[in-house]
RNA sequence: GGUGAGGUGGCAGAGCGGUCAAAUGCACUGGUCUGUAAAACCAGCGGGCUACGCCCUACAUAGGUUCAAAUCCUAUCCUCACCA
């Protein structure tokens, strides 16, 4: 697709906001990476341990990802460190030359609950993978993540699961407050020996609580960083609340600075996470779901795995533009997960990376030409929204 | 033709007098999945109901024993193995 020109002035800056929506807090923007510039809206998708599953690099490629995710705690733990450090990094041991931003663990305080304890210095984790225990703090996470040669780092955070009450949620995010001026700190002394440095995108917490957010973007204002990962949604709260909560992010934080929403989402998430002032985006949802037989459509999701699917020949979405759109029925494509063939994790996921990814540059575009708020109605005047508790 | 083993839900395969509409696996039907311990997990799976309980039909077929049978007995049909 052609580049969308931006405005002179604005082309040193890390991010430039291109268009911004008159109906919403969309915006359109540009985030220069040192791989790259990125266009925003952007959905990522998730390379925990260096992979996107079920795909490989020759497919990211091809779709045009410019940039993905991938995570400090996974990696540290396998392959190591300095197996990637050898390799000349991350992007050489992938042989991926897109923007690489890297998970700082913090979710696996949640996800791994069961296998850490949370102390003021850090996390210590029990290894999944061999129950050997490993202490990750603020600082060592940023070393992770410098010697990985990421471009966008986080901060090591403490993300709670839905639900919490507002003194936990008060006590997880000062602790995150405080672990990511230790964050700052160690990447602005290394940065004065060594030079070398990604691009910072702290994550706040704060829960359901709009005080409690404000509060956290303000703090980042004594830092210097990159942009805002927003932290501690998508862990089980009513989606209203994470709207609300981006939204409340969006209007308070400085408008240079990219909004980077974490782990969302789904197609209809992505307009709606957008609307409000979301920037980039992050899921493992089409590739986790693709590998259960589930593809996503223009009319909502689609489980291949259902009988209906045995004799249909159409294509998965007949107005996806995408390769396996184009090569394969559904009824082909219901059959292999049915059989549990690799490739249909591996189609699947192709083509629901695309139509994520789809759906950020429509949204782009869209901001851009003035007409996202129409954009938002076409699309959902044929997207079947899943219901809520249904 | 002889001897032996056996016929259980879509398939495989437990059960071997009551607690059996019958373990378990697969298949099948549906659901879930949001900074990935996930190619995972959950539910249903004879029929019918005035359904957190009841009724009917079920373990090759037909009889029988028993208060009670998928389970014991008899006959028939059919499989498989070995021997001729």
């Known amino acids: 697709m052609p580049p969308l020109e931006m405005p002179s002035s604005e082309s040193l800056k890390t991010f430039s906001v291109v268009a911004k929506d008159g109906s919403s807090q969309a915006r359109a923007g540009v985030l220069r990476t040192p791989r790259g510039d990125v266009e925003t809206p952007v959905f990522m998708s998730v390379a925990t341990q260096g992979s996107v599953k079920a795909m490989t690099q020759e497919d990211l490629r091809e779709l045009g990802a410019r940039i993905i995710l991938a995570n400090a705690y996974h990696l540290y733990l396998r392959p190591g460190t300095p197996v990637i450090e050898k390799a000349g990094g991350l992007h050489g041991f992938m042989n991926y030359d897109g923007a690489i931003l890297t998970d700082s ?57 839905y639900p919490f009450d507002e003194q936990k949620a008060t006590d997880a995010l000062e602790r995150t407050m405080r672990w990511t001026e230790r964050a700052h700190a160690s990447i602005r002394r290394h940065a004065d020996s060594e030079g070398k440095r990604g691009m910072f995108f702290p994550i706040i917490q704060g829960g359901t609580y709009p005080a409690l957010r404000r509060r956290a973007v303000e703090h980042l204002a004594t830092l210097e960083y990159d942009g805002i990962s927003i932290g501690g949604v998508s862990v089980g709260e009513p989606k209203e609340k994470s709207w609300e909560i981006a939204s409340l992010v969006s209007s308070v934080a400085p408008e240079d600075k990219p909004r980077y929403l974490m782990g969302v989402g789904t197609p209809e998430d992505l307009w709606d996470a957008v609307s409000h002032g979301v920037d980039m985006m992050d899921c493992v949802f089409p590739t986790r779901v693709a590998r259960h037989g589930m593809a996503m459509t223009r009319e909502g999701r689609l489980n291949l795995l259902n009988a209906a699917s045995r004799e249909d020949f159409r294509p998965v979405d007949p107005e996806c533009a995408c390769r396996v759109c184009k090569t394969y029925s559904r009824a082909y494509l219901g059959h292999l997960s049915r059989a549990g063939e690799i490739s249909a994790m591996t189609l699947l996921s192709f083509h629901n990376v695309y139509f994520l990814m789809d759906i950020a540059s429509t949204m782009r575009r869209a901001i851009i030409e003035g007409r996202f708020d129409q954009a938002k109605k076409d699309f959902f005047s044929k997207y079947q929204r899943r219901e809520p508790d249904a």
């Open 105 to 161: 663990g913090g979710f696996q305080v949640m996800s791994l609950a069961k296998l850490r304890e949370i102390t003021e210095e850090g996390v210590t984790f029990r290894s999944h993978l061999d129950g050997s225990k490993h202490l990750l703090t603020p600082e060592s996470v940023i070393g992770i993540q410098r010697r990985l040669g990421s471009d966008i780092w986080t901060s090591l955070d403490e993300c709670l699961k």
